[in-house]
């Protein structure tokens, strides 16, 4: 044991000394980030807002109900409503919509809602009527939205004709009550309600997703460092020097395991600290994130071990970990948020340490420390698995 | 040509490295295909819904969700899988509609559905949807509500003459609309932006990686014994370029023909496309050659060059596209311009979904050959007084 705290000794002073590990293990996740946080931030779609025009061609009472409708869709915030004079200024509007940021233009709009003229007439007395709804191609969701706005008013107005209609024949109405009765069937009230269950964010912030994806990315290459240890010894030739003391094949191996677990914690602790003051990151309770800094850095080890016990020189070992490093790590949603793509991707990510680092972030910021326990769990098994396999390849590498 | 063998050499090097195989060849056409089968189809915001034996009502409803445009509509088995779902972001919203949904509203009884959402705003919209379909088929049973309270009629009879009357009854309806021109990206084909987005990416980020090439070069004295033989120093220098220029444009070749052939790509007037991948590629390879010319360790300027290819793309739109940066990030496009990768973009983008030709790129040529002129004047300076030193 003394040996191996001897050997590792030894390899973190050289390693820290050279400052690829500074660049591999620190620069780059950290500039990465900065620049990927730049880009991506202003993008996560926290706003929806939509930019509505009215027509009220009509100027009923009916129109007066579906403004008030409106005016609470405003005061959601959910969308700004202006009202036009024409349905050609309106579809001149929403056309000039798709191709704002060219024409700079301040009057445009997602989507126009026309009330034609006596459509409140026409349908207080139990005929039909249409309303007209223009949307945008180029803004699909707020275009829905003010579709759905108008079918539900519209679907409401329905209703109460049918509702009217159903209870009573054509002849059977006195014209005196019909208003009475419209009132009674429109406060009639609907048998399907829909609550509202507020859930959870089982999710990582933007910046806290974008640093903890190439932290994790970029850790493989740093415990990469300290694994080809092993090849760099054989190639320089104090392999055979180190086995001519008398300690035996497993404190030079297990020396090595400890600079690249020390390593891979270091770079990975200094990267939390410094995504976390200077791009104000939030990776969540310590200790929760220690325990998966850990069990991640030790399934590294154990996956670059297997490829350091295949290979031959510590070329191939860097190429082949830089391979298999950016296939996990693209899997894994280092570099975009596989578990919202869905579908296969997002099941197979699932194959990778990252992946399970990243929903242990995620979990724990949805939850307590408990939370990250499932996945500390997972990347422990892949560490332990491959660990155990590299070890039987490994003891035969470590020759003379 | 001395100049033309210095150049081959090059290349036979970055062919013989098998794992230069996958980074410069295997890669890009993996990430092309990644990014066309989860992205090349539009992301509509997805609301799950739960209908365990929900009954005919409760299929109904859904069919009045699916039937809404804009949005996508998942099944989903049980409500933990649901809930889980949506706190993971997998889903933006989730509907549960409970057992016997059917049966009690037929009953002339209530129901509740939940709504899953995080407190997020596109979940909002998709509430609207929800609202909107809920009101669709209340509107019956409120009729019928309505008609028995009457005391004429019982509640399933008039629950059948509402039907009836629905389909009789003179609508008030919405008539649906669609002006303008869809959203720029959404006329490209499904891998077609993925495509020049990794193409530009990855010449980009080879001819830096490829760099390292010629820091051993230096390295290991093989320019300096270039130098010792009769061969003036700027062949050298116009060797050094052409190889890596020859890197750029098999890798870029590579990719174009193969994206095409493989996943249908329609990369534009080939003219066109060709001409941006060689004024690009010079850009690419100057950049290269200058790294090459500066650094003295062959790893750290592996570590800096991918941080300045990746970091790079980011900014020049590779990644989250141009066309979306400039729609809700208008500070962020514009500073995406000054990188190559943005003019490439934006050429390919006018001969993409434009269908122009080299008459419409001109200013995006001219931009990219200004940035290879300057750059490669740099680095040619630089390498000869790298090389020419004792």
């Known amino acids: ?400 | 040509m001395k100049a033309l063998f210095i150049a081959r050499t090059s290349l036979r090097r970055l062919m013989r490295e098998r794992s230069n195989i996958f980074f410069v060849f295997i890669l890009p056409m993996l990430l092309i295909l990644v990014f066309g089968a989860a992205f090349g189809g539009g992301l509509q915001p997805r609301i799950g819904v739960v209908t365990a034996d929900a009954g005919p009502l409760g299929e109904e409803l859904v069919g009045l969700m699916e039937a809404t445009e804009g949005i996508t509509v998942k099944a989903v088995e049980e409500r933990d899988t649901l809930v889980t779902a949506v706190e993971r972001g997998q889903l933006e919203a989730g509907l549960v509609i409970p057992e016997e949904y059917d049966r009690s509203l037929r009953g002339g009884g209530q129901a509740v559905l939940d709504f899953v959402a995080r407190p997020d705003p596109t979940a909002q919209a998709l509430r609207n949807s929800v609202d909107a379909a809920v009101a669709q088929q209340g509107a019956l049973l409120r009729a019928a509500a309505f008609a028995a309270a009457q005391g004429t009629v019982g509640f399933s009879e008039a629950l059948e003459t509402a039907a009836q009357v629905d389909e009789a009854a003179p609508v008030v309806g919405v008539r649906q609309e669609a002006l303008g021109e869809p959203f720029s990206l959404d006329r490209l084909g499904q891998f077609d932006l993925g495509a020049y987005s990794e193409l530009l990416l990855f010449v980009f980020l080879t001819s830096l990686t490829g760099s390292t090439a010629l820091i051993q070069s230096r390295q290991f004295g093989v320019s300096r014994r270039m130098l010792s033989t009769p061969t003036p120093v700027r062949t050298v220098l116009l060797g050094e370029a052409l190889g890596r220029l020859g890197v750029a444009l098999v890798q870029g070749l590579f990719i174009m023909l193969g994206s095409a052939l493989v996943f249908g790509v329609d990369w534009g007037d080939p003219l066109a496309a060709a001409t941006i991948l060689v004024v690009f590629s010079l850009g690419a390879s100057a950049t290269g050659m200058l790294m090459g010319a500066v650094f003295k360790n062959d790893q750290q300027a592996g570590g800096i060059a991918v941080v300045l290819g990746l970091g790079l793309a980011a900014l020049g739109g590779a990644m989250v596209p141009l066309a979306v940066m400039k729609e809700f990030a208008p500070t962020l496009w514009r500073v995406a311009h000054l990188t190559p990768h943005a003019w490439g973009i934006e050429a390919f983008e006018e001969i993409i979904i434009r269908d122009g030709g080299l008459a419409d790129i001109l200013l995006e040529l001219a931009i990219l050959l200004a940035f290879a002129a300057v750059v490669f004047t740099l680095a040619t300076w630089r390498l000869r007084v790298t090389l020419t030193r004792a």
Do not use: C
């Open chain 1, 1 to 400: 044991m003394r040996a191996a705290l001897l050997i590792a000794r030894k390899d973190l002073r050289l390693r820290l000394r050279d400052r690829s590990l500074i660049i591999w293990g620190i620069l780059a996740p950290l500039l990465l980030s900065t620049i990927f946080s730049f880009v991506f931030n202003p993008l996560s779609q926290d706003d929806f807002h939509a930019d509505f025009v009215l027509v009220d061609a009509d100027r009923g009472p009916l129109a007066d109900s579906f403004r008030q409708l409106l005016a609470e869709l405003e005061d959601d915030g959910l969308a700004t409503i202006r009202a036009v004079d024409s349905e050609v200024e309106a579809r001149r509007q929403v056309e000039a919509g798709s191709e704002a940021f060219a024409s700079g233009d301040a009057d445009t709009a997602d989507a126009a809602l026309v009330i034609p003229e006596g459509f409140s007439q026409a349908v207080l007395s139990g005929g039909g009527g249409q309303l007209t709804v223009l949307g945008s191609r180029s803004a699909q969701l707020s275009a829905q939205v003010a579709y759905s706005v108008a079918s539900g008013f519209a679907a409401e107005l329905h209703a109460v004709n049918v509702a009217l209609h159903t209870a009573f024949s054509p002849e059977e109405v006195d014209p005196l009550r019909t208003a009475e009765l419209a009132e009674q069937a429109q406060s009639t009230p609907n048998p399907i309600s829909v609550e509202d269950i507020t859930a959870s964010t089982r999710q990582l912030d933007s910046t806290t997703q974008m640093t903890a994806g190439m932290g994790v990315f970029f850790l493989f290459f740093t415990v990469q460092f300290g694994v080809s240890g092993l090849l760099e010894e054989r190639r320089l030739g104090t392999m055979s020097r180190l086995l001519a003391a008398p300690i035996g094949r497993t404190p030079v191996i297990l020396g090595k395991a400890l600079t690249s677990f020390v390593l891979g914690v270091f770079s990975l602790t200094v990267l939390i600290v410094a995504t976390t003051i200077l791009l104000g990151a939030d990776w969540g309770n310590p200790l929760g994130v220690g325990l998966l800094v850990m069990a991640g850095v030790f399934a590294a080890m154990g996956i670059l071990a297997v490829v350091a016990s295949v290979v031959r020189t510590q070329d191939q070992a860097g190429s082949l970990g830089a391979i298999i490093s950016l296939v996990l790590g693209f899997l894994g949603g280092t570099f975009f948020p596989v578990s919202q793509v869905g579908g296969l991707l997002s099941s197979l990510s699932l194959l990778t340490p990252h992946a399970w680092f990243m929903r242990g972030l995620g979990d724990l910021a949805g939850g307590d420390v408990v939370a990250v326990l499932p996945s500390v769990a997972a990347l422990l098994a892949f560490g332990l698995v491959t660990s155990a396999v590299s070890w039987v390849f490994l003891r035969r590498a470590v020759v003379r």
